[in-house]
């Protein structure tokens, strides 16, 4: 499995970014996928998630409202649109897929996750 996320870039607070993660060696209907975000020195933590069936989603507190995870199977393709940016969410974004019988369940847990794209950095300024 090879997960390529694209997308990050610099923005002012406010503004709003679309990442991506392409996908090949897992069809999205058999992958829970997730985005994760890391700061130097500081661990990695789920920000967002899909279900097999994408029809279950969850978010970090922090990006409830601001953040919507989807995907185009089709495409092979899994999108973090990121509205409202704060500097708080200043970070290397990695996309993480992980293959599951459950087309609902989504884990928040980076354990869970083998599979891991190479980061994107987003930079938000004040």
């Known amino acids: 499995v090879q997960l390529q996320a694209s997308g990050g870039g610099l923005v002012q607070a406010g503004g709003s970014l679309r990442l991506s993660c392409a996908v090949s060696?897992?069809?999205?209907?058999?992958?829970?996928m997730g985005w994760f975000r890391q700061l130097p020195g500081k661990e990695r933590e789920f920000v967002a998630g899909?279900?097999?069936?994408?029809?279950?989603?969850r978010y970090i507190d922090s990006a409830e409202g601001r953040f919507t995870i989807s995907k185009d199977n089709a495409k092979n393709l899994v999108l973090l649109q990121m509205n409202s940016l704060t500097p708080e969410d200043t970070a290397v974004y990695y996309c993480?897929?992980?293959?599951?019988?459950?087309?609902?369940?989504?884990?928040?847990?980076?354990?869970?996750?083998?599979?891991w794209g190479q980061g994107t950095l987003v930079t938000v300024s004040s």
């Open positions: 060696g897992c069809a999205l209907s058999s992958c829970n």
């Open positions: 993480a897929a992980r293959r599951t019988f459950s087309s609902f369940q989504v884990s928040t847990t980076r354990e869970n996750y083998p599979y």
């Open positions: 899909i279900s097999r069936a994408g029809s279950s989603t």
